[in-house]
């Protein structure tokens, strides 16, 4: 083994920090294979099981995919928001960390990228932003488009703000911060006022103004606890979770 892996790990922790550092540093691209067992297994010099082991840890991170078949092998992926998310909603439910502690880390973070966005925008985020608007504001009882075509826009506001782990943080609270996984629906009523805060927070960021920004994206962000302690009180408290189960509606 190369010096500098923790003594505290397992052999095969170990090795998955070496072969992670090797997909690094070689900077093998999503979709492309990684080799054979074979050649691994003449690289590290270790047993067929401890290599096994390893690419099922870096596997159980998204890292790699192990295929069957001929025309399979270990193939190198990009994690996905989408599992960091699904990820962070299993440790935040073995912690019994409430719903409630992920709608306020929301609140944190998403004022934080509205102020950025107005310094670092520019005109195509801002025209992108105009087009999600102009979108959501045609949407007639269709929740599930309603809600990705929200996302859309605070993802845009996100990529304006160009500030990469903010918007990676943003990225996974968003998706438990949502309300979906807790059967969360907007009412055409809520729906019209979403989109009015949108323009709102377009507005400012147009016009440069940081902090109108911030201010206006962290009123709309608490709208979404104020609607849910004022008709689903039950709901703060509980897990916090992605899984979709029957809709209540809000508004």
Request: glycine share 6%.
């Amino acid at each position: 083994m190369e010096d500098g892996v923790s003594i505290s790990m397992s052999k095969s922790e170990q090795v998955a920090q070496l072969l992670l550092a090797q997909i690094i540093d070689t900077g093998i691209k999503p979709g492309t294979s990684f080799g054979t067992e074979a050649s691994l297994l003449e690289r590290y010099r270790v047993s067929r099981p401890t290599l096994r082991e390893s690419l099922r840890i870096l596997e159980s991170h998204g890292v790699l995919s192990l295929r069957p078949g001929p025309r399979g092998g270990i193939i190198i992926n990009k994690p996905s928001v989408d599992f960091l998310a699904h990820t962070l909603s299993v440790y935040l439910r073995l912690n019994d960390v409430p719903f409630i502690a992920v709608v306020h880390a929301r609140e944190a973070i998403e004022p934080a990228l509205a102020r950025e966005a107005a310094r670092n925008g520019t005109d195509e985020h801002f025209r992108e932003m105009g087009d999600s608007i102009a979108r959501m504001a045609a949407i007639r009882n269709d929740q599930k488009t309603f809600i990705e075509e929200n996302r859309v826009f605070h993802g845009l506001i996100a990529k304006a703000a160009a500030n990469p782990v903010l918007a990676a943080f943003w990225s996974t609270i968003s998706i438990l911060a949502s309300g979906e996984g807790h059967g969360v629906r907007y009412s055409a009523r809520n729906q019209a006022h979403v989109v009015d805060a949108h323009r709102r927070i377009l507005e400012a960021c147009q016009a440069r103004d940081e902090e109108a920004a911030a201010a206006v994206m962290g009123e709309h962000v608490r709208e979404l606890e104020a609607l849910l302690r004022a008709r689903y009180q039950e709901l703060l408290d509980e897990p916090t979770r992605i899984a979709s189960r029957p809709s209540r509606k809000i508004g």
